[in-house]
């Protein structure tokens, strides 16, 4: 009971890692876009000389100015709540490494069954190096947005890996569909040989049925005359006239 309710804590830490895997991912793309428009909007932020000149011709350029300031100041803010959410992922990350060093405290005891412990054991290291990737993650994002550099574009990487994976799945479902239409040609042939293994057994039949009459009548006129002659002619013909009753059919193996 006691490795049932350690392996549902685990496969909870297993899910728990991977959300805040992909809010860190989502986290990453939010704070590239959001450098790079401020690194776009960086040289329009600085308002012209002319513009104190209080010109009616620069008023739009003012009003620009003002609307870039603005932007800045919500950007700003942005950054901030993405620091937030920094250090909310980071006190998660914490808390799930107290969690998993208790559950590796617990593993190590000597009443549990040591193939168990050792899966626990390397389960545990995984989520280990995981954080430790998480935790690199989190303190490089909060370098890139204390000095307001791009994020490094690891956004691609993981855009090519779906693309990849989108490709062997769509050269999958190809090859899927080919041999689907294989087995429905080869369900079709099959279905032609059937129907021409069926007419021959019908005329098989028909052909056996002729031969059993022919030689129930041979029977009877041997018995009418019993003369070996007159057997031997009646032989001749009935197999002439049964030759020549039986239909011809053409069967194609293909």
Same mark, same amino acid.
């Given at each position: 009971?006691?490795?049932?309710?350690?392996?549902? /804590? #685990?496969?909870?830490? %297993?899910?728990?890692? +991977?959300?805040?895997?992909?809010? !860190?991912?989502? $986290? *990453?793309?939010?704070?590239?876009?959001?450098?790079?428009?401020?690194?776009?909007?960086?040289?329009?932020?600085?308002?012209?000389?002319?513009?104190?000149?209080?010109?009616?011709?620069?008023?739009?350029?003012?009003?620009?100015?003002?609307?870039?300031?603005?932007?800045?100041?919500?950007?700003?803010?942005?950054?901030?709540?993405?620091?937030?959410?920094?250090?909310?992922?980071?006190?998660?990350?914490?808390?799930?490494?107290?969690?998993?060093?208790?559950?590796?405290?617990?593993?190590?005891?000597?009443?549990?069954?040591?193939?168990?412990?050792?899966?626990?054991?390397? /389960? #545990?290291?995984?989520? %280990?190096?995981?954080? +430790?990737?998480?935790?690199?993650? !989190?303190?490089? $994002? *909060?370098?890139?947005?204390?000095?307001?550099?791009?994020?490094?574009?690891?956004?691609?990487?993981?855009?090519?890996?779906?693309?990849?994976?989108?490709?062997?799945?769509?050269?999958?479902?190809?090859?899927?569909?080919?041999?689907?239409?294989?087995?429905?040609?080869?369900?079709?042939?099959?279905?032609?040989?059937?129907?021409?293994?069926?007419?021959?057994?019908?005329?098989?039949?028909?052909?056996?049925?002729?031969?059993?009459?022919?030689?129930?009548?041979?029977?009877?006129?041997?018995?009418?005359?019993?003369?070996?002659?007159?057997?031997?002619?009646?032989?001749?013909?009935?197999?002439?006239?049964?030759?020549?009753?039986?239909?011809?059919?053409?069967?194609?193996?293909?």
């Amino acid at each position: 009971m006691r490795f049932k309710v350690q392996e549902e /804590e #685990l496969e909870l830490q %297993k899910q728990e890692l +991977s959300h805040k895997e992909n809010d !860190i991912r989502a $986290l *990453e793309k939010r704070l590239e876009e959001e450098q790079q428009i401020s690194l776009a909007a960086a040289p329009l932020a600085q308002a012209p000389e002319f513009a104190s000149k209080g010109c009616s011709l620069f008023a739009e350029v003012d009003d620009g100015r003002r609307r870039q300031e603005e932007d800045m100041r919500k950007l700003a803010e942005k950054n901030a709540l993405l620091i937030q959410m920094m250090r909310k992922a980071q006190e998660e990350v914490r808390r799930t490494q107290e969690e998993l060093q208790n559950m590796r405290n617990l593993g190590t005891g000597t009443s549990y069954d040591s193939d168990f412990v050792n899966q626990i054991c390397v /389960e #545990l290291n995984e989520r %280990k190096a995981t954080i +430790s990737r998480q935790i690199d993650t !989190i303190m490089l $994002l *909060e370098r890139q947005v204390k000095a307001k550099t791009v994020v490094p574009p690891s956004a691609t990487v993981l855009r090519s890996e779906n693309e990849e994976l989108t490709e062997r799945c769509r050269m999958i479902q190809m090859e899927k569909a080919k041999l689907f239409d294989e087995n429905r040609k080869l369900d079709r042939i099959n279905g032609t040989q059937k129907n021409a293994l069926r007419k021959l057994e019908f005329e098989l039949k028909m052909a056996q049925d002729r031969l059993g009459q022919a030689l129930k009548s041979r029977e009877n006129v041997n018995r009418a005359k019993g003369s070996p002659i007159v057997e031997h002619i009646l032989n001749a013909s009935e197999v002439i006239s049964f030759a020549r009753e039986m239909p011809t059919t053409s069967y194609s193996g293909r």
